[in-house]
């Protein structure tokens, strides 16, 4: 492919080069804006996320702590354990467990965060399941899901789950202590029912960001947790060994690390301090990027309104810059010789007004040069012509008929002698050293040695009458107008006869000349007109008419007309010269105007 | 009798005018002829004729150089002239040097007639006109003795 810059208009180029520029800087600008923003975006919100999971992991800390304190003190009143140790004795098992009860429904009633209590023991006295404070056998304990936690320390924290109530079904995380007594006898286990919400007010503040919440064996603590831990963050979890901080992630999907599946987010997290549980929050960068996502595409948008008056502003500037060389284009390419030049502004003075002047110039002298060149051509032209009578050699001509002359003369010929010097007389005017214009006498001289040479031939069958005004003899006619006239006669008109009268004619009315040369002959025939335009015959008036329209263009009038009495009148009006004109034309040589 | 002298540098010109001057006619005699314009100013010298007719275009001496010479040196010969195609521009000069007749080739024998006629008739009339000065002076000079008689007898 060719150059652009070679092959394009330049307003084109110009424009399209300056709109693209100016929509690749928009787009860089946008771009790293959008970058800058979101990266910084980024920054800021895992600071602030970070700090926020600190307090409110803290805050999830104080809840257990607080939990595990009224487990303990649970654990450790006297009551209890009285209550747990008596076996035997149903009434004074019956009296401590109200009073059991009692002590630990003002517990459950007193916190707000505890939904029930759950005691496995051994030979319970009232199995009350659904109450708030529920007394079990301890082999029930095997059937809890949770088991292999509890039985495997001393207290645990279970994972959501839910339990049943007198008042109803409820969400909770638990905490299970074992129950000893002062002789480290193991008596029991309690399991403290935590209502969700206690946790979840706190997971749910601020946002509504997918958080998660682990213990320290990385178990998830709510329900919640649990889908949102893929296989994949636990991975990434595990290998997790500050205290808090922030990392990019792929979630979701299930091929391996920083693949494409899945989608981009940003991963916070904290540890709490004494127990390890660990608080997450994971962003997808949709979220994050949107507002600098939004900014960058304000600013585009606010370069896209910019761009509308800087592409009109460049438009205006490329047609600016382009529109002289346009015009200059447009005159080159319409410059004709003879057509008026297609005007150029001058009131350029920079370069362009140079190329115009240049141009200008440039134009004028190949008009001089033109014009010079036609001269010349004219002038080879007439040379030619010249040239051409020349080769006829006129001095041969003459020696040739001056000897033939003699040679008649010798015979005793007269009549041939005349005949020739008759001839002599005629190439005299035909030649007449190259004159175009010649005296009307001097043409009616030659047409009248052309009609005598005919009377010779013709035996005085031929009249000839002329009626000239003096007036006219001393006018300027071209040459050769009339005896073509009159030799048309003798052909045409005369045609297969032996006799007839030739009448000329000439006179001067209105600064006219008028020349007639009339004929008895046969008349014109109905298509001379036709057939004056073919190649053949009537070549005489024609080659007048040719003539006398180049000298004079609409001021000559040629009329063809058959009288009444019959033959044939053709008369010839154009303007007297008085004067021999200039050069080839008269004075209405040109036409055109 | 009118003399007349032929000058061209064309034999047959020579004997063609020779034959066609109806010499009887014209009353007039062949004073000679010449082939180029030096022996035609020897020959015009010599025979001194009344009429010369000559050509212009001829070897050694062209034909108005002749009738310049000879005009210096008080010819008074009637000249009619001869001219080819390219002795237009001589026209002027032979009007100068005084030629009764200035003729372009080829020439009629009606022509030549006619011109020589006319030269001949003016000569006529010339001849004739003297010859009534001649007659006039001559009976001046017959009366003379009478008139001074009676003049100078009146005195």
Same mark, same amino acid.
């Given at each position: ?8 208009r330049?307003?084109?180029?110009l ?7 100016i ?100 030979d319970?006295?009232?199995?009350? !399941? $659904? #109450?708030?404070?529920a *007394? ?6 095997? /059937? =809890? ?5 509890a039985? +495997? ?18 969400k ?26 206690a ?29 949102r831990?893929t ?9 997790? !060994? $500050? #205290?808090e901080?922030? *990392?990019?992630?792929?979630r979701?999907?299930d /091929? =391996? ?6 989608? +981009?987010?940003?991963m ?5 301090f004494p ?18 996502w ?24 490329s ?45 004028e002298?190949?008009? =001089? ?24 050699n ?48 001097e ?23 002329t ?127 | ?12 010109v ?7 001057i109806?010499w ?25 004729p ?106």
């Open positions: 492919m060719q150059h652009p810059f070679k092959r394009w330049i307003d084109i180029l424009f399209g080069s300056f709109a693209l520029l929509l690749l800087l928009l787009a860089a600008v946008g771009w790293g804006a959008f970058r800058l923003s979101s990266q910084q975006l980024a920054e800021n919100t895992s600071v602030y996320q970070a700090r926020l999971l600190k307090e409110l992991n803290q805050q999830l800390g104080i809840l257990r702590q607080s939990i595990e304190q009224t487990s303990l003190s649970i654990a450790r009143d006297p009551a209890l354990l009285e209550h747990l140790a008596i076996r035997r004795d149903a009434y004074a098992k019956y009296r401590s467990y109200q009073n059991v009860i009692n002590n630990l429904k003002g517990q459950v009633i007193s916190s707000s965060t505890i939904f029930s209590i759950q005691i496995y023991m051994y319970p006295i009232v199995i009350g !399941e $659904k #109450e708030d404070i *007394m079990l056998p301890h082999d029930r304990l095997q /059937g =809890e899901a949770w088991y292999d936690l039985a +495997k320390s001393d207290f645990v924290w279970i994972p959501e789950r839910e339990v049943v109530t007198d008042r109803g079904r409820k909770v995380i638990s905490f299970a202590r074992k129950i000893y007594a002062p002789d480290l006898a193991y008596m029991g286990l309690i399991v403290i029912n935590v209502k969700l919400e946790f979840e007010s706190v997971l749910r503040r601020n946002s509504e960001a997918q958080r998660l919440l682990l213990d320290s064996g990385n178990r998830p603590m709510t329900a919640d947790s649990v889908t831990l296989p994949e963050l636990l991975e990434v979890v595990r290998g997790l !060994e $500050k #205290e901080g922030y *990392m990019p992630m792929n979701g999907g /091929g =391996e690390r920083g693949a494409s599946s899945g989608e +981009k987010a940003l916070v997290w904290s540890k709490a127990d390890g549980w660990m608080l997450i929050e994971i962003t997808p960068w949709r979220e994050i990027a949107s507002g600098s939004r900014l960058a595409l304000t600013l585009f948008m606010l370069g896209l309104s910019a761009l509308l008056p800087a592409l009109l502003l460049t438009l205006y500037l047609r600016q810059f382009t529109r002289p060389v346009r015009l200059l284009v447009r005159s080159m390419s319409g410059f004709t010789i003879h057509q008026p030049d297609t005007p150029l502004p001058n009131d350029y003075r920079n370069e362009f007004g140079s190329l115009f002047g240049g141009f200008r110039k440039l134009r002298r190949v008009d =001089e040069l033109y014009a010079a060149q036609q001269a010349q051509y004219a002038r080879q032209k007439e040379a030619e012509l010249q040239a051409l009578q020349a080769s006829i006129p001095h041969f001509l003459y020696n040739t008929l001056d000897q033939l002359n003699w040679m008649a003369i010798e015979a005793g010929h007269e009549m041939m002698s005349r005949v020739l010097e008759l001839m002599g007389r005629m190439f005299r005017t035909t030649l007449s050293n190259g004159e175009t214009w010649i005296t009307l006498e043409e009616l001289n030659h047409t009248l040695c052309y009609l005598e040479i005919q009377q010779l031939r013709w035996k005085g069958e031929l009249a000839v009458e009626e000239v005004e003096p007036d006219c003899l001393t006018l300027y006619v071209p040459k050769l107008t009339l005896q073509p006239l009159v030799e048309n006669s003798m052909v045409h008109g005369f045609h297969g006869r032996h006799s007839g009268t030739v009448r000329i004619l000439a006179d001067v009315r209105d600064g006219r000349i008028r020349l007639q040369v009339t004929d008895d002959g046969v008349g014109l025939a109905a298509d001379w007109r036709e057939r004056r335009n073919r190649k053949t015959g009537g070549y005489g008036l024609r080659n007048i008419e040719e003539r006398l329209d180049a000298y004079f263009g609409i001021d000559c009038k040629i009329v063809a007309e058959a009288p009444e009495s019959g033959g044939t009148s053709v008369t010839l009006s154009f303007p007297a010269l008085r004067e021999k004109p200039e050069g080839g034309r008269s004075h209405v040589a040109d036409r055109d105007h | 009798m009118w003399r007349i002298a032929i000058i061209d540098d064309d034999r047959q020579l004997a063609g005018m020779r034959n066609i109806p009887g006619e014209l009353n007039a005699v062949y004073a000679g002829e010449a082939e180029d314009g030096k022996q035609g100013l020897e020959l015009v010298r010599q025979a001194n009344d009429i010369v007719i000559t050509d212009i275009y001829m070897p050694v001496m062209n034909g108005l150089e002749m009738l310049e010479a000879l005009r210096q040196s008080g010819c008074t010969s009637r000249f009619v002239i001869l001219s080819g195609y390219s002795d237009f521009e001589y026209a002027r000069q032979a009007l100068r040097l005084e030629v009764t007749d200035y003729l372009t080739k080829p020439v009629s024998i009606a022509t030549i007639r006619n011109v020589l006629r006319k030269v001949i008739r003016s000569l006529e009339e010339e001849a004739a006109e003297r010859q009534e000065q001649h007659e006039l002076m001559e009976q001046v000079s017959q009366f003379r003795p009478y008139l001074e008689k009676n003049v100078s007898s009146r005195l």
